[in-house]
């Protein structure tokens, strides 16, 4: 069924770019934001610098969080509304530890190698599971791949989060997540009135009020970029808490004209910066396309055409049609 948020004047080959924007821009994010993770905030300019800083010393290693999404894309072109024991086995053949991964994570792929069943592992870890950003840093590839069904878009989000966090507020914003992605996707734009559409949806009360939150903090951006930057850190949070980094890439992603300004944006806002940054960058990538993003940062960056391939393929997916058993 084709969905209400779909943009009839976005062509094939403009929705093709998109799933590569998408996920050109969480690699830009990530490899970018990852030598600044835990920078205190800084104002937009001083953020571009921390830029040209990063991207005069590539070639950039991406980290955990591109890493776990290019497994997640490529488990979708098989098993498209995603199988827990599959999408274990192909996370614990990729996943490198030097990468960034934090130690809940370690933890818990420990818990596949000695056998648990991956319905019982992630609250074996943490009881309540975790609501952690680590199931939304990754889930760019599921909003490329159901962009045009968003209920099936966000049972498919539900479902590849709770593989790792199992918390109701980590697989709330992990589906926040993939819906503006999306949403992105489907109509070509991402801005205020998008914010309110993934808003809506939100499924925890905490959640939908702090994405209302950052819709209303977005006229404070276009009034003044540097105070903006220090209210959005303070009120939504930068933190590695989904509920205090989704909403706040969210913000970013709206509040940019382009790919490399919602990168930029996360870089001022310091905290958890190179999630924060991938998160922005899949949105905003996803809104205008991999046309958009500037050369010179594909190539400070590793494996953009590996990412860019798959981003293209899961589009093409999307296109063909539902993927029902």
């Known amino acids: 069924m084709a969905a209400a948020h779909?943009?009839?004047?976005?062509?094939?080959?403009?929705?093709?770019?998109?799933?590569a924007g998408a996920l050109l821009g969480t690699l830009l994010g990530d490899a970018i934001g990852a030598p600044y993770e835990g920078a205190a905030a800084t104002s937009p300019a001083k953020a571009r610098q921390r830029a040209e800083r990063a991207l005069?010393?590539?070639?950039?290693?991406?980290?955990?969080?591109?890493?776990l999404?290019?497994?997640?894309g490529e488990h979708l072109r098989d098993h498209p509304l995603v199988e827990h024991d599959a999408l274990a086995e192909g996370i614990l053949a990729v996943l490198e530890p030097w990468r960034g991964y934090g130690g809940g994570m370690l933890a818990l792929v420990d818990e596949w190698?000695?056998?648990?069943?991956t319905e019982e592992a992630a609250t074996a870890i943490f009881p309540d599971g975790s609501f952690g950003n680590g199931a939304a840093m990754r889930i760019a590839p599921v909003g490329v791949r159901w962009a045009d069904e968003p209920w099936r878009l966000g049972d498919v989000a539900a479902r590849s989060a709770s593989l790792t966090h199992a918390h109701p507020l980590g697989v709330d914003a992990a589906v926040a997540q993939a819906t503006a992605v999306g949403v992105a996707a489907a109509r070509g734009r991402f801005g205020a009135d998008e914010v309110a559409y993934v808003a809506q949806r939100a499924q925890q009360r905490l959640l939908g009020e702090l994405l209302r939150t950052a819709r209303s903090l977005l006229s404070d951006h276009e009034a003044d970029a540097d105070d903006a930057v220090v209210t959005v850190a303070e009120i939504l949070g930068t933190d590695v808490a989904a509920q205090h980094s989704v909403p706040t890439a969210i913000w970013a992603a709206a509040a940019a004209g382009d790919v490399a300004e919602a990168v930029t944006l996360a870089l001022a806002l310091g905290g958890d910066v190179d999630t924060i940054a991938a998160m922005a960058g899949a949105i905003r990538g996803a809104a205008d396309g991999a046309a958009t993003v500037p050369g010179d940062w594909l190539a400070a960056v590793e494996e953009p055409d590996r990412v860019r391939a798959l981003g293209e393929a899961l589009a093409r997916d999307a296109l063909a049609g539902d993927a029902s058993p």
């Open 56 to 67: 005069a010393n590539a070639p950039l290693r991406y980290t955990d969080d591109t890493q």
């Open 69 to 72: 999404a290019l497994a997640l």
């Open 6 to 19: 779909a943009s009839p004047q976005r062509s094939a080959e403009e929705r093709v770019d998109a799933g």
């Open 113 to 117: 190698r000695r056998g648990r069943p």
